[in-house]
């Protein structure tokens, strides 16, 4: 029997918020915000905190680094009943950060990727991220260490029986490697936004970029219909669902 309802493997890291600053910042001048919000960060994370918000139990599997932010994460993301026996602490490393600098309806988005970038497959308990009924991976292109393996997990979690979901995020480099389109034969709920989408599929048109993805996941299968709901639901940011 499953121990949780979903496993999450993905990154931990604080978002620090400056609010009100100018559009346009000049080097060399000191810029004054006019408020200030840090809060639990990283699509991951933010992810398991809301899925387990909705009543449902998690266990995250993650890596921090030994510094105070680190710390800080773990906090606010076991407040809310998350198991956190599976984060790995890297000594002498230090925890990934984002800055976000919101302007009216967009932002600029600042990220020292820090242990996100160090977490490979054999950082991982598969006995571990495979004892739930569902596998979720957000941040795809951050998983520096662990994306060359990311093909394997997915399989090996297939395997095990547990249906699975990818949260591709944004690909700080531009490059939207090929690579991800031989993982989509393992992934069941897709979950990219439309620029997303349409960066991966190579095509302007969201339409068409949501055909081509859906061609690539796994046929339609059952999938616990109140995870199904909850998984869409735990998403931080709007995104469009592909499916078969």
């Not at 949780?4 to 346009?24: A, M």
């Not at 030994?66 to 993301?77: A, K, N, V």
Request: aromatic letters at 8%; a negative charge; hydrophobic letters at 40%.
């Amino acid at each position: 029997m499953a121990t949780f309802d979903v496993s999450v493997v993905g990154e931990l890291n604080l978002d620090l918020i400056f609010y009100g600053l100018p559009e346009k910042l000049e080097l060399e001048r000191e810029h004054l915000a006019n408020d200030l919000s840090i809060t639990l960060g990283s699509s991951s994370a933010i992810f398991t905190h809301n899925f387990t918000l909705l009543g449902n139990k998690a266990g995250f599997s993650s890596s921090i680094g030994s510094d105070p932010f680190g710390e800080i994460c773990l906090q606010r993301l076991g407040e809310c009943g998350v198991d956190l026996s599976h984060v790995r602490k890297f000594k002498g490393k230090t925890t990934g950060l984002t800055v976000i600098l919101p302007q009216r309806k967009q932002r600029y988005i600042l990220t020292y990727p820090g242990t996100m970038h160090e977490m490979s497959l054999k950082d991982l308990d598969l006995s571990y991220v495979f004892s739930a009924k569902h596998l979720h991976i957000s941040s795809y292109f951050l998983h520096k260490a662990l994306r060359p393996d990311m093909i394997e997990l997915f399989r090996r979690a297939k395997e095990a029986g547990l249906t699975t979901s990818l949260d591709t995020n944004d690909d700080p480099e531009g490059r939207w490697s090929t690579d991800i389109l031989l993982l989509l034969k393992y992934v069941d709920i897709l979950l990219p936004n439309e620029n997303e989408a349409c960066k991966i599929a190579r095509t302007d048109d969201v339409n068409r970029a949501a055909e081509a993805l859906s061609q690539k996941v796994l046929p339609a299968q059952t999938v616990d219909a109140t995870l199904a709901c909850s998984v869409l639901a735990g998403v931080w940011n709007p995104r469009v669902f592909l499916g078969r």
